[in-house]
């Protein structure tokens, strides 16, 4: 490689880095006005028992409404919210709201039904976490077993000894907790038998082609028989096919999110589509 190339190929790389850097603080100055201006929206996913065909419970999915940039993905603002600690005061609010929310549906006369929410590593940094999620439980008056926590392998690695010990108090106080995207992590199995966990969701990267591809078939078994032999909860995300869901019940595991059921919704739309009775 001449001087030449990789000066070239320097600039080139300065160029791509201050460009995505500008975007990251375009997008984090609107973060810090996201909420007080009210783009922040969440949607829900039903969670389904394919085998009595019942809606048990929904998670909900955070939706940034940029005033210029239209809807972005959580992909994108979740990080920017976990490193500017932004992540503190929206993961509240989503809390609050999901939680109203499924009071609501309760209402209606949807009186089991449960509500998953996301939480990032970060949130279980703070010293308040579990008590914040109490008072809001309290009051709310919802009894804690409505509310299923969800956190990735990586976010419980990254902090093992706080996390847990937070983790064992959600528990504690009746909440139940799901390892999201499981099997994408870093994390040995291990940890599966000194944590407070209820429930696996197969990570959607797995489902994904579970009927074509051997190797996904393999690891997606093997999860299932992994969660039922340690008693554990199993749930298939990102399921978009009858092949996929009957691959599925035929191996007991029967709790199902995806678009084959239905996309992440307005509660509104949800409630019309689902939880009416006429
Ligand atoms: P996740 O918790 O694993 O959520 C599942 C993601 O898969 C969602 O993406 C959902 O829209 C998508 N999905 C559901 N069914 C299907 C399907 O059949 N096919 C495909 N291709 N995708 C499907 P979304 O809504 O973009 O969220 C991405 C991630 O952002 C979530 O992954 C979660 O980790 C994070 N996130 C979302 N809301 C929150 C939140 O309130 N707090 C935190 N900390 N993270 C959140
Ligand atoms: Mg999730
Ligand atoms: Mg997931
Ligand atoms: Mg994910």
Redesign the pocket.
């Known amino acids: 490689k001449s001087k030449e190339k990789s000066g070239t190929h320097y600039h080139f790389f300065e160029t791509e880095m201050s460009d995505r850097n500008m975007e990251s603080i375009l997008l984090e100055n609107a973060l810090y006005k996201a909420l007080d201006n009210e783009e922040l929206e969440?949607?829900y996913?039903p969670q389904i028992d394919s085998r009595s065909n019942t809606m048990i419970g929904v998670?909900?999915?955070?939706?940034w409404n940029h005033p210029t940039e239209g809807m972005v993905?959580?992909?994108h603002f979740?990080p920017i919210a976990e490193e500017t600690g932004l992540?503190i005061p929206?993961?509240r609010w989503?809390l609050i709201n999901a939680c109203k929310q499924l009071i609501e549906w309760h209402k209606l006369g949807h009186s089991s039904l449960c509500m998953s929410?996301?939480?990032?590593g970060r949130?279980f940094e703070e010293d308040n976490l579990v008590s914040m999620i109490e008072g809001i439980l309290q009051e709310l008056k919802l009894a804690p077993e409505f509310l299923h926590i969800?956190l990735?392998e990586n976010q419980i690695v990254k902090n093992t000894k706080v996390t847990m010990r937070k983790m064992k108090q959600l528990k504690e106080l009746g909440v139940k907790i799901a390892i999201?995207?499981f099997g994408t992590g870093y994390s040995s199995l291990g940890y599966l038998k000194n944590f407070p966990i209820d429930a696996l969701?197969i990570?959607?990267s797995f489902i994904?082609d579970v009927v074509e591809d051997n190797d996904n078939a393999a690891i997606t078994n093997t999860i299932i028989t992994l969660a039922q032999n340690l008693k554990l909860n199993v749930i298939a995300?990102?399921?978009?096919t009858e092949e996929q869901l009957e691959f599925l019940l035929s191996r007991n595991c029967t709790i199902m999110?995806?678009?084959?059921f239905s996309?992440?919704i307005k509660a509104e739309e949800l409630t019309k589509k689902y939880l009416l009775k006429f």
Do not use: H, M, W
């Not at 998670?59 to 939706?63: F, V």
């Not at 995300?237 to 978009?240: C, K, L, Y």
């Not at 999110?257 to 084959?260: C, E, I, L, S």
């Open positions: 969440i949607y996913q998670e909900a999915l955070l939706r993905s959580p992909v979740i992540i929206i993961g989503v929410v996301n939480l990032s949130q969800e990735t999201d995207d969701k990570d959607k994904q995300e990102g399921v978009e999110q995806g678009f084959f996309r992440p």
